[in-house]
């Protein structure tokens, strides 16, 4: 492998910053003094932002791994090792793997070798995936990075993997098969659905043939004849990068902390100081469909702030809407809501604590949950019109039975 000594990170494609990896695999970050001059800059994270408003400038070296915002903009799990093997990359060493990566990255940044940005990377070619998703209209066609998946890659997945994709009149974000749990793709896209009727803000969504997406192995027909895909919310129609961040960068933990080194007040925390009333509603109405649903899989990495506006939050649209329980049965929240992870704790006069330790309208937290309740029970009754498989009904209205609020 050629020796990397540093990449440039580049946010609306300006030079902002550099990271360095220095002897003993040491890596640093070191913003340009333009961009740390610059009254108008856009935000780079929350994560970078003190609590009297200042950037802070300044972060410790990491060592192998990289600064939690950038590890986050890694793929987890087997698709991790899978594209590291591809890029005779040890899948620990993020730098090399950023560096193998950098120039398909979700939103607005991308990160290019400092010394000649338009080298091939050790393992084969990776490059901006446009031109190859541009040569067909009609079908989907998956590129990571030049990378080629082989069945091994889907086949070794518990939940299938999440690939990016384009054609079809732009970018996707493509869910494949499982071999393990049956029908997630339907799942997803009824839940999806049902969301979107009820008033939460949801990207377009489908499902497609696997066979209709080129680029993949043979064979993951034989799991599953459907795939699910949802537009991507941070690109515009033409392509460009719209910045975003997930929670766990907002709050500067790495990947594998996404489901213990904060909760659900946390979250409510920053999207009532960053965003107020409105984001709260969007925040309570989210958090409750997927408390009906039976979904224990919203962790940190689930909940994402979009920056349509360089300088200012949103809440990012929905995305991993699943119902989990009729996959395993016990599951639980994914973080903490006040003292419990367990669907029958919520009740009123948690809801009513919860807003209290958030400093959140009370009112307002109630009325909202009321609502949503009432929103979803006018939709799931319509349960049996989506392509979901009679055990998920049936958990789901077991489900229910359950929840102390919704009765």
Do not use: C
């Not at 695999?25 to 970078?48: C, G, M, T, Y």
């Amino acid at each position: 492998m050629n020796k990397i000594e540093s990449l440039d990170v580049l946010l609306y494609n300006k030079h902002i910053a550099t990271l360095t990896n220095l002897p003993g695999d040491k890596n640093v970050l070191h913003f340009q003094e333009d961009f740390i001059n610059d009254a108008n800059r856009p935000v780079l994270s929350l994560s970078f932002i003190d609590d009297d408003g200042d950037f802070i400038t300044e972060s410790k070296p990491t060592r192998t791994r990289l600064l939690p915002f950038f590890s986050n903009l890694l793929p987890e799990g087997y698709l991790r090792t899978y594209l590291a093997s591809q890029a005779s990359v040890n899948e620990e060493r993020e730098f090399y793997l950023l560096d193998a990566l950098g120039e398909d990255l979700p939103g607005a940044l991308k990160v290019v070798r400092s010394s000649n940005k338009g080298l091939s990377h050790p393992g084969g070619e990776f490059h901006d995936a446009e031109d190859d998703l541009k040569h067909s209209e009609s079908t989907l066609h998956f590129s990571l990075a030049g990378v080629q998946l082989k069945f091994s890659a889907v086949q070794n997945t518990d939940g299938g993997l999440t690939i990016p994709a384009g054609g079809v009149g732009g970018d996707w974000i493509v869910k494949l098969p499982s071999a393990i749990y049956h029908q997630v793709p339907e799942n997803e896209f009824s839940m999806m659905e049902m969301a979107r009727l009820i008033g939460l803000n949801v990207p377009e969504t489908a499902l497609v043939p696997v066979e209709s997406i080129t680029g993949l192995p043979q064979g993951i027909g034989k799991i599953s004849q459907n795939a699910f895909i949802i537009k991507r919310f941070d690109r515009t129609s033409e392509g460009r990068g719209i910045h975003m961040e997930d929670f766990a960068q907002v709050f500067g933990v790495y990947p594998e902390q996404k489901y213990r080194k904060a909760s659900y007040r946390n979250i409510a925390d920053v999207i009532m100081r960053e965003l107020g009333a409105e984001g709260i509603i969007e925040f309570t109405r989210r958090f409750i469909f997927n408390v009906l649903i039976g979904n224990g899989d919203m962790h940190l990495k689930n909940w994402s702030l979009l920056y349509s506006d360089p300088r200012k939050a949103s809440l990012a649209p929905a995305y991993d809407f699943v119902s989990t329980i009729p996959y395993l049965p016990e599951d639980q929240l994914a973080l903490n809501f006040v003292d419990s992870k367990a669907f029958e704790a919520l009740t009123y006069d948690e809801f009513e604590r919860f807003s209290k330790k958030a400093h959140l309208p009370d009112s307002l937290v109630q009325d909202i949950t009321r609502e949503t309740v009432v929103d979803f029970k006018r939709v799931w009754k319509d349960a049996g019109d989506y392509p979901l498989d009679s055990h998920v009904i049936d958990t789901i209205n077991d489900h229910l039975k359950r929840l102390p609020f919704y009765k």
